[in-house]
């Protein structure tokens, strides 16, 4: 699977964005979507999953209920729209596709084998 994230950019803290990930190469059936984050000198971190076949969706602490992941079928495109955004979610966001991952392994980056080049959103006060 090839992935091509878009959509991020300079925001202000309050401020919402939406980024995008379109995916290529393979059927999705299988696959779990995710998005990820890395701010500069820490660790990549899970921010939300959706499963492409029935939509169950996780979300980190960090996020959950200021970002909203979700998928457009005829498109194969995953989304994940942040408002409320803050300070701390200055990061590079990636999307990553993992193959039948079981709903405990959602959060874990190392379960996802594609991963798309990375968009960077920068909040500011």
């Known amino acids: 699977v090839q992935l091509q994230a878009s959509g991020g950019g300079l925001v202000q803290a309050g401020g919402s964005l939406r980024l995008s990930c379109a995916a290529s190469?393979?059927?999705?059936?299988?696959?779990?979507m995710g998005w990820f984050r890395q701010a500069p000198g820490k660790e990549r971190e899970f921010v939300a999953a959706i499963k492409w076949s029935g939509g169950s969706k996780t979300y980190s602490d960090a996020v959950k209920g200021r970002f909203t992941i979700s998928k457009d079928m005829a498109k194969n495109t995953v989304y994940l729209q942040m408002n409320s955004l803050k300070l701390e979610d200055t990061a590079g966001y990636y999307c990553?596709?993992?193959?039948?991952?079981?709903?405990?392994?959602?959060?874990?980056?190392?379960?996802?084998?594609?991963w798309g080049q990375g968009t960077l959103v920068t909040v500011s006060s």
């Open positions: 190469g393979s059927t999705l059936n299988s696959y779990v």
């Open positions: 990553a596709a993992g193959q039948s991952l079981i709903t405990s392994s959602m959060s874990n980056p190392t379960k996802y084998g594609s």
